[in-house]
C-alpha cells in the first residue's frame, strides 16, 4: 500500500503507518547488508603493502591477508592489517546489533562482511581468506564463543608455528563453540558457513600441509 492509497483510506491508517514503519526499515536492512559488504571489501593490507611498494598479492603466499603482510612488508603493517581486517567484521555487525536488527539480519550482515573481504569489489573480487574479519564477525556476535575460539588458535599457533592450520582449526570449531553457549540457531548456521569458507580458500595451504611443504610463520624483521 503506497501512501497516495494510504490517505486515500483514512479507516486503515494504522495499517498504512505499519506498512511504510516496514517497508523503511527493509531499505534500513538492506543499506546495512551494503555498507557490510563494501567495509569488508577494503583490502587493508593490500593498501599498507602498495605503500611499502610490494604489491602482496605477487609474493609470498599471495594474500592479502595479515599473516602474509607481516612476512612481506613486516610486523607493523601485519598489526595493522590484522587490526583493521578484524575492525571490518566488528563494526557492521555491531551497528546492526544497536539499530536492533533481528538475528537474521545480523547474521547477514555479518556473513556480508566477510565476503566482501573474500571477494572484495575493490580487487576485481579476489580478496584473502577472511579469518581476521570472520573474528571481528564473531567478536560482535558471540564474544564468549570467540574467547574459546581465540584459546583454541593459540594453543595451535604455538604448537605448530603454522597460522593456516591453526586458522581452519578454529574455523572448524566455531560452530560448535557457538552451540555449547547457546548461541541461537541462525549465528550457529552462520559461522558454520563462514568456517567452512575458510577452509575452502586454505586448500592451496591443505595441499602443502600434506606435502610437508607448509611453511611455519615468521615476521619479516623490517
Known amino acids: 500500500m503506497d501512501t497516495t492509497t494510504c490517505a486515500a483510506t483514512a479507516p486503515d491508517e494504522q495499517g498504512c503507518a505499519f506498512s511504510e514503519g516496514s517497508n523503511s526499515h527493509l531499505v534500513m536492512e538492506i543499506l546495512i547488508i551494503g555498507f557490510a559488504y563494501l567495509l569488508g571489501s577494503v583490502p587493508t593490507g593490500y593498501i599498507l603493502g602498495s605503500r611499502a611498494g610490494i604489491d602482496v ?21 601485519g598489526i595493522l592489517t590484522l587490526i583493521a581486517d578484524v575492525a571490518k567484521g566488528f563494526i557492521p555487525v555491531f551497528v546492526a546489533s544497536r539499530l536492533g536488527l533481528s538475528s ?15 571477494y572484495p569489489v575493490f580487487l576485481k573480487f579476489r580478496g584473502g581468506k577472511g579469518v581476521s574479519t570472520a573474528l571481528g564477525v564473531f567478536l560482535g556476535v558471540a564474544p ?6 581465540a584459546v583454541i ?10 597460522i593456516s592450520l ?10 560448535v563453540a557457538l552451540w555449547v553457549f ?3 540457531p541462525v549465528l550457529i548456521w552462520m559461522s558454520a558457513f563462514i568456517g567452512l569458507l575458510i577452509i575452502w580458500r586454505h586448500r592451496a595451504n591443505i595441499k602443502r ?8 610463520f615468521v615476521a619479516s624483521s623490517r
Do not use: C
Open 182 to 184: 547457546s548461541y541461537s
Open 104 to 118: 537474521d539480519w545480523i547474521a547477514l550482515t555479518g556473513v556480508a562482511a566477510f565476503l566482501g573481504h573474500l
Open 209 to 216: 600441509l600434506l606435502a610437508g611443504t607448509e611453511p611455519k
Open 144 to 149: 564468549w564463543a570467540t574467547l574459546v575460539l
Open 57 to 77: 598479492r605477487k609474493a609470498g603466499s599471495g594474500n592479502i591477508g595479515a599473516t602474509n603482510v607481516a612476512r612481506l612488508v613486516g610486523k607493523r603493517q
Open 153 to 162: 588458535f593459540a594453543v595451535a599457533v604455538l604448537s605448530s608455528r603454522m
Open 166 to 175: 591453526s586458522a581452519m582449526i578454529a574455523a572448524a570449531a566455531a560452530p
